[in-house]
T-cell receptor, first 111, second 111 residues
Framework: DAKTTQPTSMDCAEGRAANLPCNHS???????VYWYRQIHSQGPQYIIH???NNETNEMASLIITEDRKSSTLILPHATLRDTAVYYCIVRAITGANNLFFGTGTRLTVIP | DTAVSQTPKYLVTQMGNDKSIKCEQN?????MYWYKQDSKKFLKIMFS???????INETVPNRFSPKSPDKAHLNLHINSLELGDSAVYFCASSQGDREAFFGQGTRLTVV
């Protein structure tokens, strides 16, 4: 079962930062926050993950609150190709890598 | 080269038939998965498999069975297809519990 809550949809202007929030108030100490996205008609794509520190890679930044009950995925300069459904997933640090996808946030980047 | 590839991309078949979907990964990963995405776009884990164990989602009918001829392949066999099996099936792989890489999906339509 998904342990996260995300807004159903968001819009973002092209070139602006897209900030996608996620609530995971029941997260436990041995669980990571993962983000994946699914562009229309494609398979899910890994974006980033974190435990408690903020993380950044070539695709995005992940900001996790100090109490770890929520996080924000930041796409610094959204492009039209970033239009997709973004999934925030909580999963255990070790053990089975079975991902439980919720409904995600449909991000639409507007020209 | 495609990291995780599935064949066929589209499969249309009649009720009651038996079919297989093939999946190959060239990433050297030790764990492979099958996910199902239904018409409402919910993505659910079906199986995860590595050399040591097969983990089955208890909601998956036993008409579905994964078969792994070697570490790089995990094929999905479906017996006695039903209308409700129509969905997009995604194969994925990972190295242990690191991030998963997904294939492009197989759209199965049962008529």
């Amino acid at each position: 079962d998904a342990k996260t809550t995300q807004p159903t949809s968001m819009d973002c202007a092209e070139g602006r930062a897209a900030n996608l929030p996620c609530n995971h108030s029941t997260i436990s100490g041995n669980e990571y926050v993962y983000w994946y996205r699914q562009i229309h008609s494609q398979g899910p794509q890994y974006i980033i993950h974190g435990l408690k520190n903020n993380e950044t890679n070539e695709m995005a930044s992940l900001i996790i609150t100090e109490d770890r009950k929520s996080s924000t995925l930041i796409l610094p300069h959204a492009t039209l190709r970033d239009t997709a459904v973004y999934y925030c997933i909580v999963r255990a640090i070790t053990g089975a890598n079975n991902l439980f996808f919720g409904t995600g946030t449909r991000l639409t980047v507007i020209p | 080269d495609t990291a995780v590839s599935q064949t066929p991309k589209y499969l249309v078949t009649q009720m009651g038939n038996d079919k297989s979907i093939k999946c190959e990964q060239n990433l050297g990963h030790d764990t492979m998965y099958w996910y199902k995405q239904d018409s409402k776009k919910f993505l659910k884990i079906m199986f995860s498999y590595n050399n040591k164990e097969l983990i089955i989602n208890e909601t998956v009918p036993n008409r579905f069975s994964p078969k792994s001829p070697d570490k790089a392949h995990l094929n999905l066999h479906i017996n006695s297809l039903e209308l409700g099996d129509s969905a997009v099936y995604f194969c994925a792989s990972s190295q242990g519990d690191r991030e998963a890489f997904f294939g492009q999906g197989t759209r199965l339509t049962v008529v």
